[in-house]
Antibody
């Protein structure tokens, strides 16, 4: 059974930093690209960042570029999101998401339960 | 960035009703369109990928179709567990973007 378990969320002051982790199990983690997607309270879904299976290809949403860093450790079956210079606009549930593809079409086929990040003084 | 616009934003329906949700892309995205269901307090769940392909384990009452830049999600006979918010998402290019969501409520 595919499982994605996020951790590391919590309350942080504006300007602070936080590191999210995602522990993957039930599939060959090293063969899959991964994403972070977030959802502000009562709002819709926002894609945050992408990393390819071998970490050679990385993309960020403009809203987090230069502040967030995605990384992975395939030996530990883990995905990370280092978040710096946090503002209240970053308050959201952060989901770890697996990416699958059909030829060149990508889709997000498994989601973790999410971890809540609250930025507030 | 590619904008995804869903309609309606919300609707009320009864069990057994046929429900149609539309998603329009701001430019051509081929068939790079996915649909997700999110129940309250839960993570999103993939329903349809590549516009019309049913994800494994998803009931056959869900279907998707495409016509140009317009995409449609149909629930043929609404069930109690289908009351949720539905999101479309384009995977044509980054930044991958979602529609604003369509909330299906009980009439």
């Amino acid at each position: 059974e595919v499982q994605l378990v996020e951790s590391g969320g919590g309350l942080v002051q504006p300007g602070g930093s936080l590191r999210l982790s995602c522990a993957a199990s039930g599939f060959t983690f090293s063969k899959y690209s991964m994403n972070w997607v977030r959802q502000a309270p009562g709002k819709g879904l926002e894609w945050v960042s992408y990393i390819s299976s071998d970490s050679t290809n990385i993309h960020y949403a403009d809203s987090v570029k230069g502040r967030f860093t995605i990384s992975r450790d395939n030996a530990k079956n883990s995905l990370y999101l280092q978040m710096n210079s946090l503002s209240d606009e970053d308050t959201a549930i952060y989901y770890c998401v697996r990416i699958s593809y059909n030829y060149v079409l990508y889709y997000f086929d498994f989601w973790g339960q999410g971890t809540l990040v609250t930025v507030s003084s | 960035d590619i904008q995804m616009t869903q309609s309606p934003s919300s609707l009320s329906a009864s069990v057994g009703d046929r429900v149609t949700i539309t998603c329009r892309a701001s430019q051509s995205i081929s068939n790079s369109l996915n649909w997700y269901q999110q129940r309250p307090g839960k993570a999103p769940k993939l329903l349809i990928y590549a516009a019309s392909n049913l994800q494994s384990g998803v009931p056959s009452r869900f279907s998707g179709s495409a016509s140009g830049t317009d995409f449609t999600l149909i629930i043929s006979s609404l069930q109690p567990e289908d009351f949720a918010t539905y999101y479309c998402q384009q995977s044509y290019n980054t930044p991958w973007t979602f529609g604003q969501g369509a909330k299906v409520e009980i009439k």
